[in-house]
């Protein structure tokens, strides 16, 4: 990515560093993050695994995965950091899953999902309470599949992040409006339209740059990424979207934007949005810089330590 000047940050970097909590031997656990990812069937068990070890990688301290009861052992096999609840497809899977939410600070939606009709339905009671909770939401995958059959689910929910990528958008846009996007017109434009219609909810548009719009600014995501596009590259950026908006939305919820000008340039979900986006890029080039053509997600998810420290070292 070509740079102006020298400068160690470029103001988007700094903006997304004004929102990261430093480390403190004062601090308790669960102060960083409690994320919660519902995802998780007997087909993709990799998905909610992606993005449930990448919250805790970027630096959330606890790690919630809401799955199938045959996905269960299988995920928690991946990893004895996570927190696997295996309440989704069971008979009573909303009240066992409501219980549980008001612990978290934000939840992620979608990896591995599958398109079960009855998940999907419990998906949407899932999304009602999280909104009744007042928590960030971030949709990806066939939870933006379960959105697009029904849009007024998420309208008018600012805190929620949809992250589809170009054929998903596409079908949201045309569940919508009844009609696919004008493809000769500028996508800014009908990204920024599509997140008024729907409220002004953020909508981050990936693809060779990812495009992210609150409804009121668009921002372009240029930093540098791979032309390696292996599976799994989706749910560490959910994953770790889940973490920076639980950040960014305390640290505009308890710092005054007067005292901190960087808080207004964007709203809480482009700051969050952003910080994700530029961080799973840039986990992706250094991870092909030593792989190429067989870079993998776990490579990916290995480069987020190195990632996060170059492009926001706080402490």
Known sequence: MSRSGEELFSANQQIVCSVIPSLSHTSHKGQSGRIGVVGGSVEYTGAPYFAAITALKVGADLSYVFCSRESAPIIKSYSPELIVYPYLDSMNAIEEITSLLPKLHSVVIGPGLGRNDRILATVGQIIDKVKELDLPMVLDADALYFV??????????????????????????????????????????????????????????????????????????????????????????????????????????????????????????????????????????????????STTTSDMIAEIKNAFSSLYPVD
């Not at 409006?177 to 548009?205: C, F, H, M, W």
């Not at 791979?226 to 973490?243: N, Y």
């Open 148 to 293: 697009s059959k029904c849009p007024e689910i998420v309208r008018g929910y600012t805190k929620a992040i949809l992250t589809p990528n170009a054929a998903e958008f596409d079908r949201l846009y045309a569940a919508v409006y009844r009609s696919e996007p004008d493809k000769s017109e500028d996508p800014n434009a009908a990204l920024l339209q599509l997140s008024q219609t729907l409220g002004n909810i953020t909508i981050v548009r990936k693809g060779y740059e990812d495009i992210i719009s609150d409804g009121h600014s668009v921002v372009n995501c240029n930093e540098t990424g791979s032309p390696r596009r292996c599976g799994g590259q989706g749910d560490l950026l959910s994953g770790s979207m889940g973490t920076f908006a639980h950040w960014s939305q305390n640290a505009f919820a308890t710092k005054t934007p007067s005292a901190d000008l960087s808080l207004q340039t964007y709203g809480p979900n482009i700051v969050a949005a952003l910080g994700a986006c530029m961080l799973t890029r840039r986990c992706a080039r250094l991870a092909f810089q030593k792989y190429a053509r």
